[in-house]
């Protein structure tokens, strides 16, 4: 789901707009960029051409596509996100404790994204990155992030009450989905039951801010073998104290 919000700057708007559409829907022509987006010819072909020579788009055979410019700019953003480097050695000590893949994300407009990964020292991998979008509803991430939010938040970030079913034990009500978020409240931590991805399982925890607001969550990832049921425990203890720590050094 992506963000129409408008401002004062209508060209602007239009360009988030464009970058938003190519972003779902890469190797758009332009009458389906123009057509789909309700934008004027003569405006979008201008626009989509400058786009193009500052390399915010990339076109091919008629066909555009997000240009490096924007790759550029991400990896600078994340470079610059303070919390990053702040949670960096608590995010190695997870890591270096329970054998996992671990991951730092935060709530960008309407999806959790994946800002910091520290791969498993273990042969089995997990595919993931920094700059993964994910669900809210089916993710450890997601369901951290959102548990603590109040509901008119919750209403906008999920207006339906049918979710996206991805897995066998995918969550897909919403009403099953709140009373799941009540429970993560009550434990302090989310947990991600290959509901995202068969065989990926997840734990998760949020990090608050000095006025007791979520700002990030960390994660840690696994398959059964590495993340088994007798685990469970042990690791979310690890990962709420990883994340007391975080906020910690919030303040």
Same mark, same amino acid.
């Given at each position: 789901m992506l963000s129409n919000s408008t401002t004062s700057v209508p060209a602007l708007d239009k360009t988030i707009r464009i970058c938003n559409y190519l972003f779902a829907s890469p190797g758009a %022509?332009?009458? /389906?960029? /123009?057509?789909d987006l309700s934008l004027p010819k003569?405006? %979008?072909s201008s626009l989509l051409n400058a786009l193009t020579v500052h390399h915010i788009l990339r076109q091919e055979k008629g066909r555009f596509y997000l240009?490096?410019?924007l790759y550029e700019w991400g990896n600078k953003s994340l470079e610059q996100f303070d919390i990053r480097n702040i949670a960096l050695p608590v995010l190695e000590r997870v890591r270096n404790q329970t054998?996992? %893949?671990c991951h730092l994300g935060v709530l960008d407009e309407l999806s959790p994204i994946y800002i910091l990964k520290l791969e498993s020292n273990h042969p089995i991998g997990i595919r993931t990155w920094e700059g993964k979008k994910l669900p809210l509803h089916s993710s450890g991430v997601g369901k951290a992030?959102?548990?603590w939010l109040p509901e008119e938040k919750?209403?906008?970030l999920l207006p @339906?009450? @049918?979710?996206?079913r991805f897995t066998d034990t995918t969550i897909t009500k919403k009403s099953a989905l709140m009373a799941e978020f009540a429970s993560i409240r009550n434990r302090g931590w989310?947990? @991600?039951n290959e509901e995202d991805c068969p065989g990926v399982f997840c734990i998760a925890a949020p990090v608050f801010d000095h006025k007791h607001n979520v700002i990030a969550a960390i994660s840690a990832c696994g398959v059964q073998l590495q993340l088994p049921e007798e685990k469970i425990a042990e690791i979310s203890q690890l990962i709420m104290n990883a994340c007391r720590d975080l906020s910690a050094r919030m303040l």
């Open positions: %022509t332009f009458s /389906q960029i /123009q057509q003569s405006s %979008t240009g490096l410019k054998g996992l %893949t992030l959102c548990a919750i209403n906008v @339906d009450e @049918d979710l996206p989310a947990y @991600d």
